[in-house]
């Protein structure tokens, strides 16, 4: 792991915009789907603590050169750490929680609070999250959703996720969004338990290909 893996994750999410969000049936099958994310050319991946063997998988991703791997569904502070230990160069969660946050700040690693209405965006923020994760972003109201929360809240870095996909990334950023998580649209069930190495990359490649365009929006 990188000797800063904060900033190793900022300048990651501030290049490649968007976190693969991994949950699979085991390490193996998480190792297997990150592995070929990163060579489709798209290193910045997440693999949920709801995978079984996460912590494994992590340590084995975050050994690997050029790959930015996270913690997804931490829940508190005791899954924060051991995935920190792990490897873990960001920490995203679905809430908001106070020690999560402050733990990786005391460590030095990026936090991602997860908030669902203004207040618990902005009571993430102050806190010390680095990035307000909008959870679930489709179902707050999508992209619209987003720039009515950014109108008084400009400052925030937003990261929707949940029903986000490839036809509607131009709009979350188009609204604001910071960076974002995409999962089933690119790891969906059928590819995941085939191990369709060539549908994935061909997804990877279409993720990609919209990214360029969304650069300059940070």
């Not at 999410?13 to 968007?18: E, F, K, N, S």
Request: charged letters at 20%.
């Amino acid at each position: 792991m990188s000797a800063d893996p904060r900033q190793t994750a900022i300048d990651a999410i501030a290049l490649h915009r968007v976190v693969g969000v991994i949950r699979a049936k085991d390490a193996a099958e998480a190792v297997w789907a990150a592995e070929t994310t990163v060579s489709g050319g798209h290193p910045l991946v997440e693999i949920t603590l709801t995978t079984p063997g996460a912590y494994e998988a992590i340590a084995q991703l975050s050994a690997m050169p050029g790959v930015t791997v996270g913690a997804g569904t931490v829940l508190d502070e005791a899954m924060a750490r051991q995935a920190i230990k792990a490897g873990a160069q960001y920490i995203v969660s679905p809430h908001t929680d106070p020690a999560i946050i402050h733990l990786c700040r005391d460590w030095g690693v990026l936090v991602a609070a997860g908030a669902a209405t203004p207040t618990e965006a902005l009571n993430a923020s102050r806190m010390g999250a680095d990035i307000v994760k909008i959870f679930p972003a489709e179902t707050l109201g999508g992209p619209r959703f987003l720039k009515l929360l950014l109108d008084p809240l400009p400052w925030l870095k937003l990261m929707p996720t949940g029903g986000v996909t490839l036809e509607t990334l131009d709009a979350y950023f188009a609204a604001g969004a910071h960076s974002a998580g995409v999962a089933s649209v690119l790891y969906d069930k059928e590819t995941m338990r085939r191990r369709d190495e060539e549908a994935l990359l061909a997804k990877v490649q279409l993720l990609r290909q919209r990214i360029p365009a969304m650069s300059g929006q940070v």
